[in-house]
């Protein structure tokens, strides 16, 4: 099995094993459900040509593991952006999901 570290584990570096057979996979949409205790993020592809999402992955975790590993992501990208050059997201896609750069990301 092929080793490797997590990325965004912070201090405490811990070592994945990468089992054969896991499918590795990219995404272009995503859904999020909350229920009292699990965060549900179904992960999908998008069919340009039947405007149908293809599911990729469903990923199940504790409402705490999200809001950690969601600063995790955030921190990642805001180290990324610092490194190389900001991300610019198309004006339609943010005001689709009602986001305010100002307010929710640049500090």
Same mark, same amino acid.
């Given at each position: 099995?092929?080793? !490797? /570290?997590?990325i965004?584990?912070? !201090?405490?570096?811990? +070592?994945? &094993?990468?089992?054969p057979?896991?499918? +590795? %996979?990219y995404?272009?949409?995503? $859904?999020? #459900? %909350?229920?009292?205790y699990?965060? *549900?993020?179904? &992960?999908? %592809?998008?069919?340009? !040509?039947?405007?149908?999402? $293809? %599911?990729?992955?469903?990923? #199940?975790m504790? /409402?705490? *593991?999200a ?7 955030a #921190?990642? &990208?805001?180290?990324? +952006?610092a ?5 610019? &997201? /198309?004006?339609?896609?943010?005001r689709? *999901?009602?986001?305010?750069?100002? #307010? +929710?990301?640049? $500090?």
């Amino acid at each position: 099995m092929q080793q !490797e /570290p997590a990325i965004g584990a912070g !201090e405490a570096e811990i +070592e994945f &094993l990468w089992a054969p057979g896991i499918p +590795e %996979v990219y995404v272009d949409g995503f $859904r999020i #459900r %909350v229920s009292p205790y699990t965060i *549900h993020l179904t &992960l999908s %592809v998008a069919n340009p !040509e039947t405007l149908q999402n $293809r %599911v990729a992955a469903i990923v #199940r975790m504790s /409402p705490e *593991h999200a809001k950690v590993m969601a600063i995790i992501v955030a #921190r990642t &990208l805001r180290g990324y +952006e610092a490194s190389n050059a900001e991300i610019n &997201l /198309p004006v339609e896609l943010l005001r689709m *999901h009602d986001i305010d750069l100002d #307010r +929710e990301w640049r $500090r």
